[in-house]
């Protein structure tokens, strides 16, 4: 039986403790979310005057609700979306051929939009909103998880920053390169040169080749000397300079773009590699504020990534179904459900390998990659996410150029009520999906620390 000292059973406490804190980080930053979302659509409505009865957080069954003016706000038991309940979201029915088999669904929409409005609200319903106002409120949704994402992410990268390498050594590393197993040091392995050359955990570099240095780029740049030559180094330790000559290992690697950390290919494909010196040493890090125009346009790509994984969509859960139920692999930067996302932000925020703002700067990363999400998600043009019914505004607004166009009487707001089969089978779509990645995600969890 295995058995713990007190500190050991006290650090393995406070881990779970942390780890439980990234996960209610989550659930309270997607309340958050989800709230802001309807807040979007909520507020334009009203500017507009259409009445809404209901502001609802979650799903399920009403944990909480109260009733202010004409609208009733409120929690529901299962936080995974919200929903504005505003009169009228389907016009009257017209005369003309109507679908059998959905028919009864159809009537049902209209019914639960239109059979209570009072006559005190007539003028009030949403389908009688112009086009643009239409727009307005279906996209207000969208546009608030895109706002929120662009702040947590500026805030994360520009407020408290990013990790980058810092100019002192946490670590010296004992031989040139592992070879035995995960990379230990056998008898053949030679000293590490900074081993070699006397270099100390906490050191700080200060001068290369009598060179002032602040980045280890320019460390870099300071050693493109000839492979097997010594370079002359300056370090700081303990408050006093002390000079220390090194001969570093020359090896042939490959070049990374700096921009997507992406191998950089020639014209035929091949990767491109470059010699690099190796020291033997493990760099910290400290978290470096980034300029607001490049944290901007890290939310630009960010979102940009998330158009890419929504068109690649059903590519990707199908390997996300042959990592899940067969032999290989899952992708690391495959889509993953809110339960992935809960166990990466726990992981994260129990991990000691990161300080306590760095943990926060990704848990703040991870929100906002997920409002991204959000924004992306509903754009789709397809009932019942708001991108149905901005397809169903525009395709309105279409129309009715058209028969103004042929001098024909105005057809009237377009029947979206007609696309509930559709809703229906986008909503069977999800729920399959979303049941897929979280069976993915128990079984085949993405651990960001391998």
């Not at 209901?54 to 929903?83: D, N």
């Not at 279409?398 to 007609?418: E, H, S, Y």
């Amino acid at each position: 039986m295995t058995k713990f000292t007190a500190s050991e059973s006290i650090v393995l406490s406070v881990e779970t403790i942390y780890y439980i804190l990234g996960i209610v980080f989550v659930v309270i930053g997607l309340a958050i979310s989800i709230g802001l979302h309807e807040l979007g659509h909520l507020l334009p409505a009203k500017l507009f005057g259409v009445k809404v009865k209901q502001y609802m957080i979650g799903f399920g069954p009403t944990v909480w609700s109260a009733k202010k003016g004409e609208t009733e706000y409120g929690i529901k038991g299962i936080p995974l979306g919200g929903y504005i309940s505003m009169i009228g979201m389907f016009p009257p029915e017209k005369g003309g051929k109507k679908s059998r088999l959905f028919q009864s669904s159809i009537d049902q929409a209209r019914e639960e939009h239109l059979g209570e409005i009072n006559e005190e609200d007539q003028g009030r319903e949403f389908y009688r909103l112009s086009v643009p106002k239409k727009l307005t409120v279906m996209l207000g949704g969208p546009f608030m998880n895109f706002l929120l994402g662009m702040v947590l992410i500026m805030s994360a990268l520009s407020l408290i920053g990013s990790p980058q390498l810092s100019m002192t050594i946490n670590q010296v590393l004992p031989c040139v390169q592992g070879s035995g197993p995960q990379g230990e040091c056998e008898e053949i392995d030679p000293p590490s040169p900074a081993l070699e050359a006397g270099f100390e955990a906490g050191d700080t570099v200060t001068a290369v080749n009598g060179t002032q240095v602040q980045s280890w780029d320019q460390v870099i740049n300071q050693m493109d000397v000839q492979p097997g030559s010594a370079v002359a180094m300056e370090v700081e330790r303990d408050g006093r300079l002390v000079s220390l000559v090194v001969t570093p290992v020359w090896f042939e690697r490959a070049v990374f773009d700096p921009q997507t950390t992406q191998v950089v290919e020639d014209e035929n494909g091949n990767p491109v590699t470059e010699l690099q010196p190796f020291l033997g040493v493990q760099l910290g890090s400290v978290l470096t504020p980034m300029p607001i125009t490049d944290s901007f346009a890290m939310g630009i790509d960010a979102t940009a990534s998330v158009f890419e994984l929504v068109l690649q969509l059903p590519q990707n859960l199908a390997e996300v179904a042959a990592s899940t139920f067969g032999p290989a692999e899952r992708n690391p930067n495959g889509p993953v459900s809110i339960l992935g996302v809960a166990q990466i932000s726990g992981e994260i925020a129990s991990s000691d390998q990161a300080s306590l703002e760095a943990r926060f700067a990704s848990g703040l990363l991870i929100m906002g990659s997920l409002n991204f999400a959000l924004f992306v998600f509903n754009l789709i043009p397809l009932l019942p996410l708001d991108g149905g019914h901005v397809a169903g505004a525009l395709y309105e607004a279409a129309k009715r150029r058209g028969f103004r166009a042929l001098g024909q009487k105005d057809p009237g707001p377009v029947d979206t009520a007609k696309m509930i089969p559709v809703a229906y089978a986008v909503w069977a779509l999800l729920m399959g999906t979303g049941l897929l990645l979280i069976i993915a995600d128990i079984v085949n969890p993405i651990s960001i620390f391998g």
